[in-house]
């Protein structure tokens, strides 16, 4: 037995005593996907019920209560200790989703409560996540990052996988209501593996930590994250790929919705196609994560996580102009998800290991909740500007290209900044 746990341990990049850590990783990841993805395919629903041409106004929405949240979050990051701030978000979401439980419950057919419903999980899905991320970085060296990571992302897609199953099972019996309590107690039960997470690393501290992780607050003022994009180029360039990232996202996001609403007019139809799409792409994103991504990483370094999905989703973006199917869209948006999953968003992680702990969740959190949804506002109104002008969905496939082609480009370069800052770090 201890002999095929050393073999699996050595097969997956596992060092001796990091067992129970990637073990509370993966279910922190897991739980935390598997509510979200069971409220996901309902979502989706949502946005096409209040017509394709309005999607835009909801990515404005979401921008500006993205917006909202920034200084509060900024505010508790600055006034308590690291290893307080995701149980403390964590527990006020689980708070909110009882309160749309009841709001469902009592008014199901409001398009109102369906419209704010939309734009919370949209504000939900981007901060939790970074912020579970953001604890990775923290406690996770660089190097252990670059082995990992990609691993622990393998958690994410499990619960990518076995939420909308959960969901199309329980939604019968539960209702949208019964949903939204349940997911709640998978986020509940995040916190508690988060909690043993931060356990283990103050039992088995880093080398370079003098005092107990996330004793400390991080000190400064709500708006530090902002501040300190402006003023290092290495984090204008992350920021720069995340907007690249969400333009490339929300072009295949409106092509997506447009295809399946002509596609498929029946709501129930709709929510369906949604749901096998989630489950094709967490399936080919567990298998990359586990037997390729910490191996890339740690063989070609983490460029080549930035680097390939770009490359691969220009040439979709140019099948995309040439035939404007479903089977072409499905094929696209599968690699592009899987691909995202697989290796953009460890590779993106790992970029965060080099950094101090205040721009591990300021910074960061500004990165990936403000400068993210900024990028969906902005590309949503210009695809949604060239279907109206030029009612051909090639041309926006064609820009798309570029798009991924400067996408990849900055990857490039931010894998090389990465690789001179780990090294400067070490001297």
């Not at 395919?41 to 835009?56: C, F, H, K, S, Y």
Request: aromatic share 12%; charged share 15%; glycine share 10%.
């Amino acid at each position: 037995m201890a002999a095929w746990r050393r073999r699996l341990d050595q097969g997956l990049n596992i060092q001796p005593g990091e067992e129970p850590a990637v073990v509370a990783g993966l279910l922190l990841f897991y739980l935390l996907f598997t509510g979200y993805f069971m409220l996901r395919p309902v979502r989706e629903t949502m946005g096409i019920a209040g017509g394709v041409d309005n999607l835009q106004w909801l990515f404005t929405g979401t921008f500006i209560a993205t917006l909202a949240c920034l200084p509060l979050f900024g505010w508790l990051a600055s006034k308590v200790q690291r290893r307080h701030i995701l149980p403390w978000t964590y527990g006020f979401f689980a708070s909110n989703l009882l309160l749309f439980a009841v709001l469902f419950a009592r008014y199901p057919q409001a398009s109102w409560t369906a419209r704010a419903f939309y734009i919370w999980l949209s504000v939900f899905n981007l901060l939790s996540i970074s912020l579970a991320w953001s604890v990775l970085a923290d406690l996770f060296s660089t190097a252990q990052g670059k082995r990992l990571f990609g691993l622990l992302a393998a958690g994410a897609s499990l619960g990518g996988l076995s939420g909308p199953i959960l969901g199309t099972l329980l939604v019968a019996p539960l209702g949208h209501a019964g949903l939204l309590v349940l997911a709640g107690a998978f986020l509940l039960g995040s916190i508690g593996a988060t909690l043993f997470l931060q356990c283990w690393r103050t039992r088995h501290p880093l080398p370079t930590q003098a005092e107990r992780p996330g004793s400390r607050p991080l000190g400064g003022n709500p708006f530090a994250g902002a501040t300190a994009v402006l003023r290092s180029p290495y984090l204008l360039g992350i920021a720069l790929f995340v907007v690249l990232l969400a333009s490339v996202s929300t072009f295949l996001y409106f092509e997506q919705a447009r295809i399946v609403s002509e596609t498929f007019t029946a709501p129930t139809r709709q929510t369906q196609v949604f749901g096998l799409i989630d489950t094709v792409v967490q399936a080919l994103a567990i298998l990359t994560q586990v037997f390729l991504t910490g191996r890339l990483a740690r063989r070609l370094g983490v460029g080549v996580l930035l680097v390939a999905v770009p490359l691969v989703m220009a040439a979709g973006f140019l099948w995309l102009a040439l035939a404007p199917v479903f089977a072409v869209l499905v094929v696209v948006m599968v690699v592009r998800r899987a691909g995202e999953y697989a290796l953009v968003r460890p590779g993106r992680e790992m970029l965060f290991t080099v950094l101090s702990a205040e721009d591990k969740y300021k910074a960061k959190n500004f990165i990936d909740t403000v400068v993210y949804r900024g990028g969906d506002a902005l590309s949503g109104w210009v695809k949604r500007g060239l279907d109206v002008m030029g009612e051909h969905p090639q041309l926006a496939m064609l820009i798309g290209t570029l798009i991924a082609l400067v996408w990849a480009v900055t990857g490039g370069w931010l894998g090389r900044r990465h690789a001179h800052l780990d090294s400067t770090s070490r001297d």
